[in-house]
């Protein structure tokens, strides 16, 4: 059984820092690209930053210079280092995994996490 399990957010201060961390568990053979989503109340799901297996990364423009995504392939887990946090980052944070391939064979296009809480107060 695979799962993405997302930890590291809470509630913080604006100008704040947070660190999200989210491992992969199972049987994985590889991961292309991981990534976080964020979706605030009341809005769609958006792309925050992706990482691809050999460390190219790419981030919203509303994070850029302030958010730094990051990849542990020995560990098939991803961190979100998320500095001078602003009120408007305030969102549920999802885990991404695209092309994950277990050791079974099975192929997963994307998989998810079950998301974790950053609030971030003024």
């Known amino acids: 059984q695979v799962q993405l399990v997302e930890s590291g957010g809470g509630l913080v201060q604006a100008g704040g820092s947070l660190r999200l961390s989210c491992a992969a568990s199972?049987?994985?053979?590889?991961?292309?690209?991981m990534g976080w989503y964020r979706q605030a109340l009341g809005k769609q799901r958006e792309l925050v930053a992706v990482?691809?297996?050999?460390?190219?990364?790419t981030y919203a423009n509303s994070v850029k210079g302030r958010f730094t995504i990051s990849r542990d392939n020995t560990k098939n887990t991803v961190y979100l280092q998320m500095n001078s946090l602003k009120p408007e980052d305030t969102a549920v944070y999802y885990c991404?995994?695209?092309?994950?391939?277990?050791?079974?064979?099975?192929?997963?296009?994307?998989?998810w996490g079950q998301g974790t809480q950053v609030t971030v107060s003024s």
């Open positions: 991404n995994a695209y092309g994950m391939m277990l050791t079974s064979g099975t192929y997963y296009p994307e998989y």
């Open positions: 199972g049987s994985i053979r590889s991961i292309n690209s």
């Open positions: 990482v691809t297996s050999v460390g190219v990364t």
